[in-house]
């Protein structure tokens, strides 16, 4: 088992935010941190403050040496794909190849209506992310990219420089729709990320996404497979272990367990003491 943590950069100060990661970054146990792709709060009032998802990311990157860094996951509606491209390329150069590309579908109808982004049916939604991904991945790897899709076309388009790692930064595509997310995942990913739950309903998800693989020849084996696991306000160390055991047991290899605000790094080292005899 492998742990990371996760900060939503929601209902906190950027201080004690940055003090966490730089906390983390001494800490081995964490491999990765991770925040969200939000404008508006998701679990609290939605009226409150909420930083910028790839900003402070890259802020963080800059903070940091050791941890990989991502987030969990970037709403694809929200930045033109070749933008995104651009982006990660950059953060990985800058973060000494380090970044985690998380991206999905998208889902918040809240922040999307407010800010005039159509986020658009399920199968919209699905058919857009899917284009997205061989946008991405083609700007990443290859010297020019062509693309003559619905939402997204391209001609002779380049990003340059390359990201550091090579064929590019590992994606991690995260949502749990059977038909269409877990096939693309299955397509494109090198990790699948579970937003969190029982480890029967993983098990299940996690038997679609080999499904998939194997319609298409790919071997399982090559998509990490990460779960969320909230520490909760009352810091129940003891109830996050025997979760991420839990989950363990039904082939997860990555916990990441979500730090509720307000951030402190005084939850992590009791945090890795009760995940150490896991790992």
């Known amino acids: 088992m492998r742990f990371a943590f ?4 929601q209902d906190t100060q950027w201080q004690d935010m940055l003090a966490v ?6 800490i081995e146990l964490f491999e990765s941190g991770w925040t969200f792709d ?25 903070a940091t040496k050791r941890l990989r860094i991502g987030a969990l996951v970037t709403g694809i509606h929200y930045r033109h794909p070749a933008l995104l491209a651009n982006m990660a390329a ?11 590309l998380g991206i999905g579908a998208g889902w918040n109808e809240e922040e999307s209506g407010a800010y005039g982004m159509y986020l658009g049916t399920a199968r919209e939604r699905s058919d857009r992310f899917e284009e997205a991904c061989e946008v991405i991945t083609g700007l990443l790897t290859q010297e020019t990219t062509t693309f003559k899709g619905e939402y997204y076309q391209l001609n002779d388009a380049r990003c340059e420089p390359k990201p550091v790692q090579t064929p590019h930064p590992p994606i991690c595509i995260g949502g749990s729709g059977e ?4 096939r693309t995942t299955a397509k494109y990913a090198q990790h699948w990320n579970f937003v969190g739950g029982t480890p029967e309903e993983f098990a299940r998800k996690r038997e679609v996404l080999h499904q998939h ?4 020849g790919r071997d399982p084996k090559e998509i990490m497979l990460s779960s969320h696991v909230r520490l909760g306000p009352d810091h129940d160390y003891g109830k996050v272990a025997g979760e991420v055991a839990a989950l363990g047991e039904a082939g997860l290899d990555l916990a990441i367990v979500y730090l509720p605000p307000p951030h402190t790094p005084a939850v992590l080292e009791p945090l890795a003491e009760a995940l150490t005899p896991l790992a």
């Open 38 to 62: 939000h404008f508006y709060p998701i679990f609290s009032d939605s009226t409150g403050p909420c930083l910028e998802g790839w900003v402070t990311l890259t802020a963080l990157a800059q």
């Open 213 to 216: 693989c194997a319609d298409i």
């Open 6 to 9: 996760k900060t939503s950069p």
């Open 90 to 100: 950059t953060l990985d150069i800058v973060s000494n190849g380090r970044l985690e």
């Open 21 to 26: 990661w730089q906390a983390a970054d001494e």
């Open 179 to 182: 038909k269409r997310t877990l």
